[in-house]
């Protein structure tokens, strides 16, 4: 098969399949979401989870998509490259469930961080950590999955720290900046109360997606919350940092 006709879920199975990481569907709140785990041994207490971005929401900025699915997954790389167990944690509606009862466009456009999908996620991710003996959680977000990672941790007591790559920190703001459609159906992490754990937001010097200066200020300003410009774009040059960013996490105690 030619790789253009290859399905945007049967490429991100394929490259979760190549680093090695065991797929698996979670359940919560009426939804079921598709994961994949790494978990070299020895076992740990804490678990890394990783958030992927939006994927791709909509056709040509206009028409909903029928599969939202990522087309070429940031976070799965930085993943593999992480010694510590961890979780690649899909959304409600993608990696294959899109047609799943209960999942509309609106899950995945307006809603795409409404209360019915981090409630959903966060219950998933509470059940998986209970059942495997995991004690703290360290969240890990690109893109739209920063901005879940920050909206799940305050629903989740065992978070240890926070990071962002590219985060979509003030959706307000953000959507304004480029001229989109209000998410009006979305939770806006610059609206909630602040963290009361460690947080690295890291953006990317070249990113047009999510400029440094939209917002450094407001992240800067955050208890507990270190600001990082690295040389990167809004999908390129993430894993030449995170090795650092690794160790970093490793010190958080």
Not at 26 to 48: D, K, T, V, Y
Not at 126 to 154: C, D, K, M, P, W
Not at 227 to 239: L, M, N
Request: hydrophobic share 40%; proline share 10%; with cysteine.
């Amino acid at each position: 098969m030619l790789p253009g006709c290859v399905s945007p879920v049967a490429k991100l199975h394929r490259q979760a399949s190549g680093f090695g990481f065991v797929g698996l569907d979670l359940s919560g709140g009426g939804f079921m979401m598709r994961g994949f785990l790494n978990q070299p041994a020895p076992a740990a207490a804490r678990l890394h989870v990783y958030l992927e971005g939006d994927g791709r929401p909509w056709e040509r900025g206009v028409i909903p998509a029928a599969e939202p699915t990522t087309r070429d997954s940031v976070i799965l790389p930085l993943m593999a490259a992480d010694p510590a167990p961890s979780l690649y944690l899909g959304r409600p509606c993608y990696n294959g469930h899109a047609e799943d009862p209960g999942c509309t466009p609106e899950l995945w456009t307006g809603s795409r961080y409404g209360e019915n999908v981090v409630a959903s996620m966060a219950q998933a991710l509470q059940r998986f950590i209970e059942r495997n003996g995991y004690r703290e959680l360290v969240l890990i977000g690109h893109s739209g999955g920063g901005t879940l990672a920050l909206l799940l941790a305050e629903r989740l007591p065992q978070t240890a720290a926070v990071v962002t790559l590219a985060g979509n920190y003030d959706i307000d703001r953000w959507t304004d900046y480029h001229g989109y459609q209000p998410l009006q159906g979305s939770l806006n992490p610059a609206l909630r109360p602040p963290g009361r754990v460690p947080e690295w937001h890291l953006l990317g010097e070249r990113d047009p997606i999510v400029p440094p200066a939209l917002f450094e200020p407001a992240l800067s300003a955050r208890p507990h919350a270190g600001v990082i410009r690295v040389d990167a774009d809004h999908s390129r040059g993430w894993q030449a940092i995170w090795p650092e960013i690794l160790q970093r996490l490793h010190s958080v105690r």
